[in-house]
């Protein structure tokens, strides 16, 4: 009872006041089954993206931390290939920092915060840590491509079909030849 009072309660808080470049929602019809979304930081090589992560809430929480892990590849050295993160306030004491005052929406701030200063020192991808510490700008071009690639939301065919519309019709010599193309089109349709 306490955890889905709490629960909704954060999420409220989560919807009414959320942190700047996040959003948090429940799927479906349960409570403890989350998702988050993470804006990339501004002068940080994952500005534009748009990262997803998956919540689990535990049946013990607060008292126990929530699991969560990007849906969302990212290139860096706290967060693996499957999407787990190395972040202290994800883990219980005596190894991790959770305490029960911590809530969803500080847990993903300081991932927020995390994705813009990388933890070389405690990664759980050491190859990429190496290269954060010893190689900063292969560092910061593979995390470019990797939000390029992954996290930046590409147009649609759709979106970019009635853009080219609204830029063909703002064209009056283009517009001419298109509706006459389009004329000749649908008579054809109606012929056959």
């Not at 009872?1 to 700047?20: F, I, Y």
């Not at 190859?127 to 995390?143: G, M, T, V, Y």
Request: with cysteine; aromatic share 6%.
């Amino acid at each position: 009872m306490q955890r889905a009072s709490r629960l909704k309660r954060e999420l409220v808080m989560l919807t009414t006041e959320p942190p700047p470049g996040i959003t948090c929602w429940q799927t479906e019809e349960r409570i403890d089954d989350l998702q988050a979304q993470i804006v990339g930081g501004s002068g940080t090589p994952y500005e534009g993206g748009v990262f997803t992560l998956e919540i689990k809430i535990p049946e013990r929480y607060p008292f126990e931390p929530p699991k969560m892990r990007f849906l969302t590849p990212i290139y860096h050295p706290n967060i693996d290939t499957a999407g787990r993160i190395c972040y202290d306030a994800l883990k219980l004491p005596p190894k991790g920092a959770w305490r029960p005052s911590l809530n969803l929406s500080t847990l993903l701030t300081s991932i927020q915060l995390l994705m813009s200063e990388p933890n070389p020192d405690d990664p759980l991808m050491a190859d990429i840590a190496s290269e954060f510490r010893h190689n900063k700008q292969l560092f910061l071009q593979k995390a470019r491509k990797w939000t390029e690639e992954h996290a930046i939301q590409k147009m649609g065919i759709l979106e970019r079909s009635h853009k080219d519309n609204v830029a063909n019709q703002n064209a009056p010599s283009r517009k001419r030849a298109s509706s006459g193309a389009e004329q000749d089109e649908m008579a054809k349709r109606t012929v056959v």
